[in-house]
């Protein structure tokens, strides 16, 4: 057979941390790669308990549902955005399969080919892999630890007329930042005064570490879904389990139906019997108990891994410890290409993200992300030894 692939396959990249996940499946590699959850952390019996009390309402649990969602769920999500000063309706509600779909579902209705999306430098990969497929063209903000730089933003988005930015302002994936007050609210501003519409991911803000208030996401300093500049989307996955594969998106309510729409066409509706578990685990489980141990054991590894680059002589190495969220950005001296550095780092046994991966332009080719949340302690010692060996061994060929 002669299979003819449409021209659009040749967008769809294949993203850097599914091959490294394919890569170290099944060997003695460590893998501080990708962006795992620890499954010693997941509520495995309080699952479990949530599927057999959907179970026991009978056989019309197994039948198809909205594709808005199920709306015991969506009510129970909008209970929970009160906490973060977030309130809405149903109606201002979507449930995704997985907050990425969340994405591609308000590219698919909002650009067209050739349409610019900024975005943060460095960015969330998928989220890179999504624009391009839709045949955006992709501008990056320059920015610092606070967020986006704020006169480069203005700039740019008079100068590409971009229609949509996108943004990770909370534990940013892979950086770790969380940008500051005032950046949040300077973003909003800009955008509302230049109409730019914009995509607020927030998959890891519950993952908190010191303590404190948290920072406001962008949506709630818009203070209504109705004409709001920003479409908010979040997931179970990381406070729950990735398997559910849940999320929701939180928008103007025309933007939400556009999205429904699409997502029609897309898959129908995410899976019920996931939706109806985990509107039973609100009723029944003490979630923000089982957020508050996920957040204290990962922020104890986060100051594990910080421990032991403290202890690292690497050239050139800079990095900053994040507030919160799931990973740890470095950079290295500039005559270490990372993605050279990875294969030599596997033959070591040890895995890890190249920077490169995390930019629609001028990448980076000495920073790499490193995840925190799955490794023990153990493990996390022997793959910086084994990482600092495949850099020992690098720096004797530059």
């Known amino acids: 057979m002669d299979y003819r692939f449409s021209d659009t396959i040749d967008s769809f990249k294949s993203s850097a941390v599914r091959e490294i996940l394919k890569l170290t499946q099944g060997k003695s590699i460590i893998s501080l790669a990708g962006g795992l959850p620890n499954e010693q952390y997941f509520p495995i019996e309080a699952v479990r308990?949530?599927?057999?009390?959907?179970?026991?309402?009978?056989?019309?649990?197994?039948?198809?549902?909205?594709?808005?969602?199920?709306?015991?769920?969506?009510q129970s999500i909008a209970k929970h955005m009160e906490r973060k000063n977030i309130h809405v309706g149903v109606d201002d509600m979507l449930i995704t399969t997985g907050s990425q779909q969340a994405i591609d579902l308000l590219t698919r209705v909002y650009i067209d080919p050739g349409d610019v999306i900024l975005v943060e430098r460095p960015t969330y990969l998928a989220a890179i892999q999504i624009f391009q497929s839709h045949k955006a063209r992709i501008v990056s903000v320059d920015g610092d630890e606070d967020g986006m730089n704020l006169t480069d933003l203005e700039q740019k988005i008079k100068e590409y007329n971009a229609k949509m930015i996108y943004v990770v302002p909370t534990f940013s994936n892979p950086a770790g930042k969380a940008w500051s007050l005032e950046r949040r609210q300077g973003t909003l501003d800009i955008c509302k005064r230049n109409s730019v519409l914009i995509l607020e991911d927030d998959p890891y803000g519950e993952l908190r570490f010191g303590g404190g208030e948290a920072l406001p996401s962008i949506f709630s300093l818009d203070k209504h879904p109705q004409g709001s500049a920003v479409l908010y989307t979040s997931t179970f996955s990381k406070i729950v389990a990735p398997a559910l594969r849940t999320g929701w998106a939180i928008g103007d309510p025309d933007v939400i139906r556009q999205m429904t729409r699409a997502k029609q066409a897309a898959d129908l509706h995410s899976s019920t019997m996931d939706q109806q578990a985990l509107h039973q685990l609100f009723e029944h489980f003490d979630l923000y108990s089982h957020i508050d141990l996920v957040r204290s054991e990962y922020e104890t590894r986060m100051h594990q891994m910080a421990d032991l680059l403290n202890q690292q002589n690497w050239p050139g190495l800079h990095w900053n410890e994040?507030?919160?969220?799931?990973?740890?950005?470095?950079?290295?001296?500039e005559e270490i290409d990372t993605e050279k550095l990875m294969k030599l780092a596997v033959e070591e046994g040890v895995a890890f993200v190249?920077?490169?991966?995390?930019?629609?332009?001028?990448?980076?080719?000495?920073?790499?992300?490193?995840?925190?949340?799955h490794t023990d302690y153990e493990q996390m010692k022997e793959g910086f030894a084994r990482l600092d060996r495949a850099i020992q061994k690098m720096l004797q060929t530059v």
């Open 322 to 333: 994040p507030k919160g969220g799931m990973f740890i950005w470095l950079e290295l001296s």
């Open 354 to 373: 190249p920077g490169a991966s995390f930019f629609a332009d001028e990448p980076k080719r000495n920073a790499m992300r490193l995840n925190f949340t």
């Open 49 to 74: 308990d949530a599927f057999l009390r959907v179970f026991e309402e009978g056989k019309q649990v197994l039948q198809y549902g909205l594709t808005e969602g199920y709306t015991p769920l969506r």
